[in-house]
C-alpha cells in the first residue's frame, strides 16, 4: 500500500507565497514522475507541474515564472513552491505519483488534496 501525504495547504493573501508538501511511503521499487494537479470548485481537475525522476520539469502556462516543483529523493518528497499567488489559484491541490511496485508494475497513487484559497 502506498500513501502520499500533502502539507503546506492555507490561506494567503493575493500576492503571497506557500510551499505544499508530499511525502511517498510504503513499498514500491522506484518514483517516477510527480505531478501536482489542483480543482477549482465546479472545474476539471489540471496539471499544474510535473518533475521526472531526473528532474525535468514541465509547467501549466498559468503558473510558470510563478511556481516551482522539486523533489527530494531520498525523502521521497516533492514540493510546489508557489509565489505571487492570485485568486484564481484558489484550489484543491493534489499530489500525484507514477510509481514502480515490487513486481515492475507501474501504478499512479493520489496524494487526499490540500486546500489553497488566496484571497483578494
Known amino acids: 500500500q502506498v500513501q502520499l501525504v500533502e502539507s503546506g495547504g492555507g490561506l494567503v493573501q493575493a500576492g503571497g507565497s506557500l510551499r505544499l508538501s508530499c511525502e511517498a511511503s510504503g513499498i514500491f521499487r522506484r518514483i517516477n514522475d510527480m505531478a501536482w494537479y489542483r480543482q477549482a470548485p465546479g472545474k476539471q481537475r489540471e496539471l499544474v507541474a510535473v518533475?521526472?525522476?531526473?528532474?525535468?520539469?514541465n509547467y501549466a502556462d498559468s503558473v510558470k515564472l510563478r511556481f516551482t516543483i522539486s523533489r527530494d529523493n531520498a525523502k521521497n518528497t516533492v514540493y510546489l513552491q508557489m509565489n505571487s499567488l492570485k485568486a484564481e489559484d484558489t484550489a484543491v491541490y493534489y499530489c500525484?505519483?507514477?510509481?514502480?511496485?515490487?513486481?515492475?508494475?507501474?501504478?499512479?497513487?493520489w496524494g487526499q488534496g490540500t486546500q489553497v484559497t488566496v484571497s483578494s
Open positions: 518533475i521526472t525522476s531526473s528532474g525535468t520539469t
Open positions: 500525484n505519483a507514477i510509481l514502480t511496485d515490487t513486481r515492475w508494475h507501474s501504478s499512479s497513487s
